[in-house]
T-cell receptor
């Protein structure tokens, strides 16, 4: 079945460490997105990529980095510069960033700071 | 920047009661509008969407939403809820000129008592 796979489901990090969240899709979608979900704040866009080797900052990019070396993969690194990294992280994709179609979402990764 | 407001953070109601969740957005141009639902332990799923045409949109599971342009609103309704409608509901907006960059509301947690 086609879909978006995020791993791991739960992730724990010590303060000061960088950590990378995985997002893989086999939907042949060009565009991919990373959101952060906090209680009462909905989802906020961190980074997005319209096509391979391209990515752009979203609304809350500080303390995060991404890469898009392959069409199916869009890993998110939470760096030590992110002051409040504990959150639920969601990856999404869509065939074409300029289309009107709704985004498909993965199951998410819950990141906690030890 | 646009914003999306969902007025109710928590809603508790009994089975067979009617549900209405408010959503207002601030953006002067043309928009695409979405309602997503997140059932406990599941990923975010599209409930319904509005791109153009009839402002009354019907979605899955008996939900509908009405786009009122003059009020910048896109309220979600269901005439008679079931226990299985217990979930968190998110309204999302993307300006047509901005590609597929979604702005989400803060979400409304709905608890339906059996």
């Amino acid at each position: 079945d086609g879909g978006i796979t995020q791993s791991p489901k739960y992730l724990f990090r010590k303060e000061g460490q960088n950590v990378t969240l995985s997002c893989e899709q086999n939907l042949n979608h060009d565009a991919m997105y990373w959101y952060r979900q906090d209680p009462g704040q909905g989802l906020r866009l961190i980074y997005y990529s319209q096509i391979v080797n391209d990515f752009q900052k979203g609304d809350i990019a500080e303390g995060y980095s991404v890469s898009r070396e392959k069409k199916e993969s869009f890993p998110l690194t939470v760096t030590s510069a992110q002051k409040n990294p504990t959150a639920f992280y969601l990856c999404a994709s869509i065939r074409d960033h300029s289309s009107n179609q709704p985004q498909h979402f993965g199951d998410g990764t819950r990141l906690s700071i030890l | 920047a646009q914003s999306v407001s969902q007025h109710n953070h928590h809603v508790i109601l009994s089975e067979a009661a009617s549900l209405e969740l408010g959503c207002n957005y601030s953006y002067g141009g043309t928009v695409n509008l979405f309602w997503y639902v997140q059932y406990p332990g599941q990923h975010l799923q599209l409930l319904l969407k509005y791109f153009s045409g009839d402002p009354l949109v019907k979605g899955i599971k008996g939900f509908e939403a009405e786009f009122i342009k003059s009020k910048f609103s896109f309220n979600l309704r269901k005439p008679s809820v079931q226990w299985s409608d217990t979930a968190e509901y998110f309204c999302a907006v993307n300006p047509k000129a901005a590609g597929n960059k979604l702005t989400f509301g803060g979400g409304t947690r709905v608890l339906v008592k059996p």
